[in-house]
């Protein structure tokens, strides 16, 4: 008998005739888990929605967990309102087809980011709420665009090469992208940070900027959430951190210490393996708790 192909790649909505998609990475064996739905980083301008390491992605499957990675388009050929209105769009497409579309027999899901995806899960999770939601995975995230750091010239990226504005020209003159690399595109990136244009390429309407900065009262109304970061990165403030937990009512914070921006880059890096496995402990007892077995009848 032939095994049946299941279409993992779809097309959850059009952006000016872009597709933008989500990519099922499913639990090795069925269960009744909420799904992780992935948002990549990349400080909006470059990354792609299949950076997550095959090494933690098969940590989650192991335990139960199905991956919804999803697409959205790059800054600046559109900005953060345009990022953050189609995100929404994946997460009703996910809503109303995790059964019919994706074959999960839930609609519960936890958002999942790392970097500026982990800003955007906790923008979509204070902005979008829903009672889908189960909680919160954000790795070196931030929750406000008003940090010094995003708005004047950054210490660490004035140590690299400059480049000129004709250098950098052709790097935005593709039309919409969904993905881009690193070696495509960084330069873009640390020119806006080392010019401090960052978030006016990201945001160019200054008075969107105080909406997409998460209150402390947004903060205190989030769902459970899992933090990590390095108190040594030298490109999100590790203080933003911090102060997630501090304001998040119900979390847990697994600082590391002397680690580079997004360590878990290296899946070979142990401290990385650790904190997938402490956030893999962290979904089994919020599982378990949401989801209790049943009561055992006494003899």
């Known amino acids: ?22 990519e099922l990475k499913p639990a090795k064996h069925p269960s009744h888990q909420p799904t992780l739905i992935y948002i990549h980083g990349g400080g909006f301008i470059l990354g792609e929605r299949s950076d997550l390491p095959e090494t933690y992605i098969d940590m989650l499957n192991d335990a139960g967990y199905n991956l919804l990675l999803l697409d959205y388009p790059l800054a600046p050929e559109v900005d953060l309102t345009t990022i953050h209105h189609c995100l929404a769009q994946a997460l009703e497409w996910f809503h109303l087809n995790h059964q019919s579309i994706l074959g999960l027999d839930s609609a519960d899901y936890y958002l999942f980011g790392r970097s500026a995806g982990a800003y955007l899960a906790l923008l979509l999770s204070a902005k979008n709420p829903s009672q889908y939601q189960k909680g919160i995975i954000a790795f070196y995230g931030y929750s406000s665009m008003l940090s010094d750091a995003f708005i004047t010239p950054n210490d660490y990226y004035l140590q690299f090469p400059k480049h000129s504005y004709m250098d950098l020209y052709d790097l935005t003159d593709q039309g919409i992208l969904t993905e881009a690399s690193v070696k495509s595109r960084y330069v873009l990136y640390i020119n806006y940070r080392q010019t401090g244009e960052w978030l006016s390429k990201v ?35 590790y203080e933003a951190s911090v102060h997630l937990s501090n304001i998040i009512p119900n979390n847990v914070f697994y600082p590391v210490e002397n680690q580079y921006h997004d360590f878990d880059r290296d899946f070979n890096n142990p401290i990385a393996i650790s904190i997938y496995q402490s956030l893999l402990e962290w979904l089994k007892k919020h599982h378990h708790e949401e989801y209790p077995l049943p009561m055992q009848s006494q003899d």
Do not use: C, G
């Open 203 to 237: 945001l160019p309407d200054r008075s969107q900027w105080e909406y997409y900065s998460l209150t402390d009262q947004e903060l205190s109304k989030l769902p459970q959430t899992f933090l990590t970061a390095s108190n040594t990165d030298k490109d999100v403030p």
């Open 1 to 22: 008998m032939e095994s049946i192909q299941v279409n993992l790649i779809h097309t959850y909505t059009l952006l000016e005739n872009i597709e933008l998609k989500a």
